[in-house]
Each structure stands twice: as structure tokens, then as C-alpha cells.
Nanobody, 120 residues
Framework: QVQLVESGGGLVQPGGSLRLSCAAS????????LGWYRQAPGNQRELVAQ???????NYADSVKGRFTISRDNTKNTVYLQMTSLRPEDTAVYYC??????????????WGQGTQVTVSS
């Protein structure tokens, strides 16, 4: 079983910055992809950014140039640096990991979510 624990959410003014962190723990052999998703009230969960084991990244068009995803493979941790935040970025942000456990067996895990609110 693989657990993801997120941190770093909060309230920020428009134009401000926040950094989210997500640490994975458990019987992890490898993590192929780490990503951040978000869900605003009344909306479907959407991909914000994702990074793979080989270093490739992809972003939602709405956050390109403002958000940066990075990972520390030694700590099984992924970060999301968010800058120039807008009210429409307000949502619950979820961390996601896809990989293989030490059994080995594939896994997909989700974090519990962290609230990001952008408001003056």
C-alpha cells in the first residue's frame, strides 16, 4: 500500500505564490509518474501538471508559464510551485502517483487533497 501526504495549501491573494508538496511512502519500488490534479466545486477533477520518472513534464494550458512541477526521487516527493495565482485557480489540489510496489504490483494512489484559495 502506498500513501500520499500533501501539504502547502492555503489562502493567498491574487498574484501571490504557493508551493505544494506531496510525499509518497510505503512499499514503493518505483514511481513512474507523479502529478497534481485539482477539483473546483461543481467541476470535474482535472490534470494540472505531471512529471515522469524520465523527467518529462506536461501542464494544463491554463497554468503553463505560472506553475512548475518538480520531483525529488530520493525522497519520493513531488512539488508544485504556483505563481501569479488567479481566483480561478481556487480548488482542492490532489496528488497522484502511478508506479510499482516491491511485491511487485502496479499501484495508483491519491492524496487526501489540500485546499488552495485565491482571494483578496
Amino acid at each position: 500500500q502506498v500513501q500520499l501526504v500533501e501539504s502547502g495549501g492555503g489562502l493567498v491573494q491574487p498574484g501571490g505564490s504557493l508551493r505544494l508538496s506531496c510525499a509518497a511512502s510505503g512499499s514503493i519500488a518505483s514511481i513512474y509518474a507523479l502529478g497534481w490534479y485539482r477539483q473546483a466545486p461543481g467541476n470535474q477533477r482535472e490534470l494540472v501538471a505531471q512529471t515522469t520518472l524520465f523527467g518529462s513534464t506536461n501542464y494544463a494550458d491554463s497554468v503553463k508559464g505560472r506553475f512548475t512541477i518538480s520531483r525529488d526521487n530520493t525522497k519520493n516527493t513531488v512539488y508544485l510551485q504556483m505563481t501569479s495565482l488567479r481566483p480561478e485557480d481556487t480548488a482542492v489540489y490532489y496528488c497522484n502517483a502511478d508506479g510499482r510496489t516491491s511485491r511487485p504490483a502496479p499501484f495508483t494512489s491519491w492524496g487526501q487533497g489540500t485546499q488552495v484559495t485565491v482571494s483578496s
